[in-house]
């Protein structure tokens, strides 16, 4: 018996409208619909008239659920991978059970469609030539002020954010990257509320605030890029960082010392921090 194929279906982030034809071929055909809720994928099912037999495969269970889906694959079934809402193995379970899928070398067909990150993006009206996705941030603040630090590129970064930490997330965008910069806010993409604002990260707070249900649903941030810098600008930046840099190396460890300079004087934390290895190793070669 041949291997079976594995199925990574886009599915509706919202609108069960979204569902594209060769989506539902893919489910209706599909011997077993792995899901992240058997509920939330049953009601899709059931709008389009298909029974599937289901397999729940969450962050709870991955690894578990996996070997069953590997061995529906070895039996040479088609198998379907869905994610509660648009493209599964994205910020959502199902990574574990491809990656399998791959070791076992069975085929994977990607079914692509929805996906709430690039819909917000094509939303956003940001122009440029990269853009970084980040996926949820922490939770916690230390650990989220953490990783926005880790974030610093000029170009544009979408992040999820759940609606009871979208307040905080916002304050924090503010806080790192400054009032100036811009921000889309979108909410209940797809959904019957759906909004999507643009505005800078000042005005980022009092907009949430100013209706109690715009901190309700489900968010993708878009933080639009960096202004661009003048040569000359940069290169000040630069040397007062470097100047900054060399004082706090006396007290502090590199990564904190080039976080710090970059902060106070506007230059890139990586450049930075590149200098203050360099200073640091020739330190400690002048004391062999």
Not at 268 to 281: I, T
């Amino acid at each position: 018996m041949s291997n079976g194929t594995l199925y990574l279906v886009a599915t509706p982030i919202g609108n069960l409208a979204d569902a594209s034809p060769r989506a539902l071929e893919t489910l209706a055909q599909a011997d077993l619909v792995a899901c992240e809720d058997t509920r939330t994928t049953r009601t899709l099912l059931a709008r389009h008239g298909i029974a599937a037999q289901t397999l729940a495969l969450h962050a709870h269970n991955e690894r578990a659920a996996t070997e069953r889906l590997i061995e529906a694959l070895r039996e040479g079934k088609r198998v379907a991978l869905v994610s509660d809402a648009g493209t599964p193995a994205i910020s959502d379970p199902g990574a574990l059970a491809v990656a399998a899928a791959h070791r076992a070398g069975m085929r994977v067909v990607p079914i692509p469609g929805p996906s709430a990150a690039l819909a917000a993006y094509s939303a956003s009206g940001y122009v440029a030539e990269r853009v970084l996705f980040a996926g949820f941030l922490p939770a916690a603040r230390a650990a989220r002020r953490k990783a926005l630090a880790e974030l610093d590129v000029a170009w544009p970064v979408i992040f999820f954010e759940a609606p009871h930490r979208v307040l905080e997330a916002v304050e924090d965008l503010a806080q790192r990257y400054g009032a100036a910069r811009e921000i889309v806010i979108a909410r209940e993409l797809t959904k019957l509320y759906e909004e999507i604002a643009r505005m800078p990260l000042g005005e980022a707070r009092a907009w949430l605030l100013a209706a109690a249900h715009r901190q309700q649903g489900e968010f993708v941030l878009v933080l639009g890029p960096a202004a661009p810098v003048a040569a000359d600008d940069a290169a000040r930046a630069l040397a007062e960082g470097e100047r900054v840099l060399g004082v706090l190396l006396e007290a502090l460890a590199p990564s904190e010392a080039a976080r710090l300079a970059a902060r106070l004087s506007g230059a890139p934390r990586k450049a930075l921090y590149d200098k203050a290895l360099e200073v640091a190793g020739k330190t400690r070669r002048g004391g062999r």
